[in-house]
């Protein structure tokens, strides 16, 4: 069993992962003897991460990559291949949310979020199959959803139509590049405390969202590694346009 999670011969490209869950991805794959490329809009902000990863043995590049600039996306994955070759994980990370009643929310900001969210990991998914099937090469998208792909709350409305719109897009390209040896599978967190919303947890809002999940607590960015493990890895070799679900119970609610 102990090869049964094995990426060690895998090169991974995490999108978003100057931060949050992209970083916690990027450190767990890496542990486990991944290859990783760390993608982000500003690269500066990589440098520590890739520094941390370089300094306990394991193999790192950052490129730039905005994925709400479609032409940087080919350029990142050239850069990428460049330095540590053929890339054969996607980990579609990156993405935005702006919190107004969708009668507040402007075109601006409809396309803010969809451009990230849903435009952007299409296109960089993309962008790798077809890459992949010029090499005959089989490999594995991940796409970050969340349970507001199936749900939905207040404030969030083009959030939770990108999260939608990406679990379909899942299962679309799961379809047609199958044929290909390609895998396409989502995973979809429910409310994990991160750097960017951790005072929000001890506000009695945060309270009062926490209580609803059934196994009454936030989520921490550790509870996914099995499940990105599980996804990037051949573990999940019979799986493609599956969804998986880490939300302490939240969607039974």
Sequence with gaps: MSGLFDVSKEVIL???ASQG?????ARVLSAHGAAVVLAARQTAKLKSLE????????????????????ASIPKAFDSAESALGPVSVLINN??????????DQTEADWDAVINANLKGAYFAATELARRMIAR???GNIVNVASVLGFGVMKFLSPYTVSKAGI??????????LAGNGIRVNALAPGYIDTEMNHEFWSTPAGERLAKRIP???????????????????NASR????SVVTVDGGFLLT
């Design 215 to 233: 196994q009454r607590h936030v989520g921490a960015e550790s509870d996914l590694d099995g499940a990105i493990l599980l996804l990037a890895s």
């Design 136 to 138: 005959k090469q089989e």
């Design 14 to 16: 995490v999108t978003g």
């Design 21 to 25: 869950l992209g970083r916690q991805f």
């Design 167 to 176: 679990i379909q897009a899942t299962k679309a390209m799961a379809l047609e």
């Design 238 to 241: 019979y799986m493609t346009g």
């Design 94 to 103: 990156a993405g935005i949310a702006i919190e107004k009643l969708a009668i």
């Design 51 to 70: 520094d941390e990863i370089r300094s306990k043995g394991g193999r790192a590049v950052a490129v730039q990559m905005d994925v709400t600039d479609i």
